[in-house]
């Protein structure tokens, strides 16, 4: 053969591996892109995304969505380059989203946690916010300390070192003064087992605090006899908390909340109803703009990354808490203009 000839074997050879390479060999990226977004006031399927059972509830109208961001793993080269060259999707290193220490089993179950977390987080806002009693109950339980074996996680609190339990930080609040060593009755229920009184003496606090420690986390949760089920699989992460809360509380109460409109949002919630910010923003307004939103809620704290990207028509309304949600709500349904970013 020829030098051409070599030329030209060489240079399909090189193309062929070079194709194989691109299709095969895997990238370390992930894309991030939109993801599914679901109406928390419709179904799933033929589920209510939120179903309330014991309790009256109001029909609702127009849609309360929350929003997601898809994550594609086991990127070959080409597959990569052609995401990243559609303009909806970034890519991003894996080691973020999956850890080089953890499995993607695991991963998979912390972010699951994470969203069955938020619904119980978003149930507890939604019912502070319209006035039903709350309870503190036994979270962790730290091993070893003076609760261990006196306390279980979900044991109801109800009195320390002779103060009631009204909150989590009234837990806190009953320990003022005390020292390690010190000795003191936790009265509680466990179940529905009659009241308990059990007296621990107090140890020395592991952060260095000169209060007595008990080892116990105190959480926050409804105390009423009605049940509320969240109904979506294969979604993780917490920033559906806000959503979830809104539709709970639309559910709970006459009206229609949105005024019959399409609003649609994000943002993780705490017990207390603040809104935290969340990750992704612009690939979650992109998909709610494309299913109908006209008004996204942002958390305050994304309020700057998300007026730089967001759609064309989508109304941006800026959101720092679960009460500023309702009012910029009860502006909307007004025909006002709510806080905006």
Not at 73 to 83: E, K, P, Q, Y
Not at 163 to 184: K, Y
Not at 232 to 238: E, F, I, Q, R
Not at 317 to 336: E, F, H, N, P
Request: glycine share 12%; with cysteine.
């Amino acid at each position: 053969m020829n030098r051409r000839t070599w030329t030209l074997l060489t240079s399909v050879a090189l193309v062929v591996i070079f194709g194989l390479l691109g299709a095969f060999v895997r990238v370390p990226y992930v894309a991030l892109g939109p993801g599914p977004t679901f109406d928390t006031l419709g179904v799933n399927g033929d589920v209510p995304v939120i179903s309330i059972e014991g309790q009256q509830t109001f029909p609702t109208g127009g849609h309360l969505n929350m929003t997601t961001v898809s994550v594609t793993d086991h990127l070959s080269l080409f597959g990569a380059m052609g995401l990243w060259a559609s303009g909806r999707y970034a890519l991003a290193p894996r080691e973020l989203y999956f850890p080089p220490d953890k499995s993607e089993q695991q991963i998979e179950q912390e972010n699951a946690e994470a969203f069955t977390d938020s619904q119980t987080t978003a149930e507890t806002a939604a019912l502070r916010y319209l006035g039903y009693p709350m309870k503190v109950l036994a979270g962790e339980v730290v091993k070893g300390s003076p609760a261990d074996g006196v306390l279980a996680p979900g044991d109801h609190l109800l009195a320390a070192n002779g103060r009631p339990i009204t909150d989590a930080p009234s837990v806190r609040a009953a320990l003022a003064g005390t020292r390690p060593g010190d000795r003191v009755e936790i009265r509680f229920r466990h179940a529905d087992q009659p009241e308990r009184v059990a007296t621990v003496q107090l140890a020395q606090n592991p952060h260095g605090d000169q209060q007595g420690f008990l080892g116990v986390a105190p959480v926050e949760q409804p105390d009423v006899n009605f049940d509320i089920k969240i109904s979506l699989a294969d979604v993780g992460g917490p920033s559906a908390g806000l959503m979830f809360a809104l539709a709970i509380i639309d559910k709970l109460t006459p009206g229609e909340l949105n005024g019959g409109q399409f609003v649609a949002g994000t943002g993780e919630i705490d017990p207390a109803g603040r809104v935290g910010p969340i990750g992704g923003i612009p690939f979650k307004m992109v998909k709610a703009h494309e299913a109908g939103a006209r008004i996204f809620l942002v958390p305050a704290d994304n309020c700057a990354e998300a007026k730089a990207q967001a759609p064309d028509g989508l109304e941006l309304v800026r959101v720092a808490t679960l009460d500023d949600a309702m009012k910029s709500l009860d502006a909307i349904r007004a025909g006002q203009v709510p806080p905006s970013c």
